[in-house]
């Protein structure tokens, strides 16, 4: 991850010259990787920036949404899912920024690579979940992982997964499983 390989860069020289006249903003983005823990907006994926630039004074107040989609892994079974995250912007950009506060302002430009960034990390979940109640993985399989939540025995994929394991030696009980051998067939 280079971190400073983007910039888009946008004038903002109309915006100042008319202080509270508001000016869309909307523009794509697609950038390094953005990740946190489980959860990422992988590189070169879409992101959708939805902005209101107005002035205050030598400053640029930038309010909307950044949007994305995070590739997730499941904290509790693992399994890999696509969740939309958004984030709201309330940000100021001016000439002498404040470190970790306000954007800079530089010859009537803002480079919105920064802010976006930020909030798209501030919007990844920080334990992912596939679903909110998400039974995890089979206690049976991995014993050591397992959360026991109430009314798992209810959901018919869980019970499915912790009958008696498959043999290796035996035919496939998943017809899915019989099409991928068919497939290999076929090669
Ligand atoms: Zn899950």
Do not use: K
């Amino acid at each position: 991850m280079t971190g400073q390989r983007e910039s888009i860069l946008i004038s903002v020289a109309q915006v100042l010259r008319r202080a509270g006249v508001q000016h869309p903003l909307q523009r794509s983005a697609w950038l390094d990787e953005l990740r946190v823990g489980d959860a990422a907006v992988p590189a070169d994926s879409e992101i959708v920036i939805d902005l209101v630039l107005e002035a205050t004074g030598t400053a640029v107040v930038a309010t909307g949404t950044v949007r994305a989609v995070a590739s997730c892994n499941c904290r509790r079974c693992l399994e890999p899912f696509d969740q939309p995250v958004e984030a709201t912007i309330r940000e100021i950009f001016e000439p002498r920024p404040t470190e970790g506060e306000t954007y800079p302002l530089v010859s009537e430009h803002i480079d919105v690579v920064p802010l976006v960034r930020d909030a798209v990390l501030l919007s990844l979940p920080l334990a992912p979940l596939c679903r909110a109640d998400c039974p995890g993985p089979a206690p049976e399989r991995f014993p050591a992982m397992a959360e026991v939540p109430e009314g798992e025995a209810a959901d018919p994929e869980v019970g499915r997964e912790t009958e008696a394991q498959p043999d290796r030696n035996e035919p496939p009980r998943d017809p899915r499983w019989a099409a991928l051998d068919q497939l290999q067939l076929d090669r």
